[in-house]
């Protein structure tokens, strides 16, 4: 266990957990880490070297000589693949909302990533956010949260960003995979923000941690 205890923020596509955790980071004082970030980054070098992000052996293939490394730059990691910076362009491209899950299925990915992800927690306290960070990722942190919202209000969120990907399609793929599935994780606070403001959202995971 980390000296801090990582505040683990869970949720589906488009559910608000990105506000949420980086808003709750910068009021504690604590690193924001977006791990989608991460499994975007291993994507963009998966079609950067124009292999079918379906077919799972050449993914594995592919990915075991990427290195992502997640530097902190304003209280956030940013990531990089073999040391090239990724712009949120790159990294939110259709392209990338299209093939993300099926990068994230194959178990090798997810093994490199989620040992990174334990890695960082040696910089001090995080929020760190995902599909299995309070399930696989610290699944002995005592600060879980799950963030959900209606599907209609998800879509929404993402068409508002500009974004045309299918997160029911996105979702039912994050949830049916055999390795670290879309699940609330034992022990979370689960929070349906569909009907709050981003202020009440945060509010309301301020309201369950400890005093600092
Ligand atoms: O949070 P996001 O929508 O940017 O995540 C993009 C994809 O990455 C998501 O569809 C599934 C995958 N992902 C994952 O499998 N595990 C995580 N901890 C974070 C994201």
Do not use: C
Request: hydrophobic letters at 40%; zero cysteines.
């Amino acid at each position: 266990m980390p000296d801090h205890p990582v505040i683990t923020i869970d949720g589906p596509a488009a559910s608000g957990k990105s506000s949420v955790a980086r808003l709750v980071a910068q009021r504690r004082g604590a690193i924001y880490v977006n791990t989608g970030n991460m499994y975007r980054a291993m994507t963009w070098a998966v079609l950067d070297r124009q292999i079918d992000p379906a077919d799972a052996e050449a993914v594995r293939q592919a990915t075991a000589v990427v290195e992502i490394q997640s530097p902190v730059v304003a209280g956030q990691t940013v990531v990089q693949v073999n040391g090239i910076p990724l712009t949120d362009a790159d990294l939110n491209s259709d392209p990338v909302n299209r093939a993300v899950s099926h990068v994230a299925r194959v178990p090798e990915v997810r093994d490199r990533l989620v040992a990174a992800q334990r890695a960082l927690a040696a910089l001090g306290p995080l929020v760190m956010e995902g599909r299995d960070i309070g399930s696989v990722v610290f699944p002995n942190s005592p600060l879980k949260f799950y963030i959900d919202a209606s599907e209609e209000v998800r879509s929404a969120r993402r068409r508002a960003q500009g974004h045309a990907d299918q997160v029911a399609e996105r979702d039912r793929l994050d949830s049916t995979r055999k390795t670290s599935p879309l699940v609330i994780p034992q022990g979370a606070v689960v929070i349906d923000n569909s009907h709050l403001t981003l202020e009440q959202a945060v509010e309301q995971v301020l309201e369950r941690l400890p005093s600092p």
